[in-house]
């Protein structure tokens, strides 16, 4: 998005809450997030990666008065600056959000980045492009039930050069089966997307590296598609599992398929936080707890945590290949604010349309900061 369009959105929205008609001042947050990453690559045991980067620098700014609720989030790279989230709120047990947020698809993705076990995304919200769009959605609390669908055009960044709408809907569920320091959660969610002239739609993962070359890939293939996912996760202490399954049923333009073909693809995650837990709240992971922070004299808390994700975006004659990776992460979070990770991962392809049948290892290791 045009840079100065962006700061006059922001601007406007924000000053709506100084306007000398509000009989007290609102509630006023700021924030701000650093992520310096270091990623090392191979593919085919060739060198394809190895750099430093400041991988986010986000500001926040946030704005509560009497029931309404305003956010804002963006993200500052260089001369670039990008709206991630843009929005208002208002209603209590049944809330209505309107403007750029997050859709309402997936467990791991519809959390907080801040409160994620691994340094990238699951491959269910990769080859579907989870992410932020702008639109209007409705969550509703019904006992130990979570509600929300909205409906969305495109991201507010390419709001300009696309046309693109979709529909998400999310139900998920709660329960402490075995006692207060445990949480078991279910969840689905549905996603129907149509590019509405916009170009064709396409599906794709990298190894494990936001840097890094895509290892799998389809063409341009889709006009429209539907999504159904499954989660679940539970905690019990400083012990967690979470798993999400989704498939997507593609349908392609005329005469570029066979037949349409799924996307499919799903993970398994397991770990510990020694000195800690982590948190599930109103469906959606939240900040890992840490029971000793080091600001506090205490050694803070330590995680181990592993992956198996597994993609597949070969069926019906359309040759994306498929991809399993493994993944192993370390953690040690100062408080629940600043932590350092360190990923190490291993994949495995075949009928890549890049690189044939092969492997892919890499190293991530990053530093966290929030400041509020």
Not at 4 to 18: E, H, M, P, R, W
Request: hydrophobic share 35%; proline share 2%.
């Amino acid at each position: 998005m045009n840079n100065t369009k962006c700061l006059s959105i922001i601007a406007l929205l924000a000053a709506s809450f100084g306007s000398p008609a509000m009989a007290e001042d609102p509630e006023l947050s700021f924030g701000a997030h650093i992520f310096i990453d270091y990623e090392n690559e191979t593919i085919n045991d060739q060198d394809v990666l190895d750099d430093t980067n400041l991988r986010l620098f986000r500001v926040d700014f946030g704005a509560d008065y009497e029931g309404l609720s305003f956010r804002s989030s963006t993200d500052l790279q260089g001369d670039e600056i990008n709206i991630r989230d843009l929005f208002l709120e208002f209603g209590g047990d049944f809330k209505v959000r309107i403007g750029n947020f997050k859709v309402m698809n997936g467990l791991e993705q519809s959390s907080s980045l801040y409160s994620t076990t691994f340094m990238e995304g699951n491959s269910v919200s990769k080859i579907n492009g989870f992410s932020r769009a702008t639109g209007i959605a409705v969550f509703k609390s019904i006992g130990d039930f979570q509600l929300s669908g909205g409906v969305f055009g495109p991201d507010a960044n390419i709001i300009d050069e696309s046309d693109m709408y979709s529909a998400s809907a999310r139900v998920s569920w709660a329960a402490q089966p075995f006692g207060e320091d445990s949480t078991l959660h279910l969840g689905s969610s549905f996603r129907y997307r149509d590019s509405n002239g916009s170009g064709f739609l396409s599906y794709g993962q990298r190894a494990f590296g936001r840097s890094g070359p895509k290892t799998i890939s389809t063409a341009k293939v889709g006009e429209s598609d539907t999504f159904i996912g499954l989660e679940a996760a539970l905690l019990k202490g400083g012990f967690f599992a979470q798993s999400e399954w989704g498939t997507a049923q593609v349908q392609c333009g005329t005469g570029i398929c066979p037949s349409d073909p799924h996307e499919d693809a799903w993970y398994v995650d397991v770990g510990y936080v020694w000195g800690g837990r982590r948190v599930i709240k109103n469906g959606l992971f939240k900040r890992t707890a840490v029971d000793n922070p080091a600001t506090q004299g205490g050694f803070g808390a330590f995680a181990l945590s592993a992956r198996y994700d597994v993609a597949d975006l070969s069926d019906a004659g359309v040759i994306g290949g498929k991809q399993e990776t493994a993944v192993l992460g370390l953690t040690w979070y100062r408080d629940k604010y600043i932590r350092l990770m360190a990923n190490i991962s291993h994949s495995d392809f075949e009928d890549s349309p890049t690189y044939g049948d092969g492997d892919a290892e890499t190293v991530l290791l990053r530093a966290q900061f929030e400041f509020y």
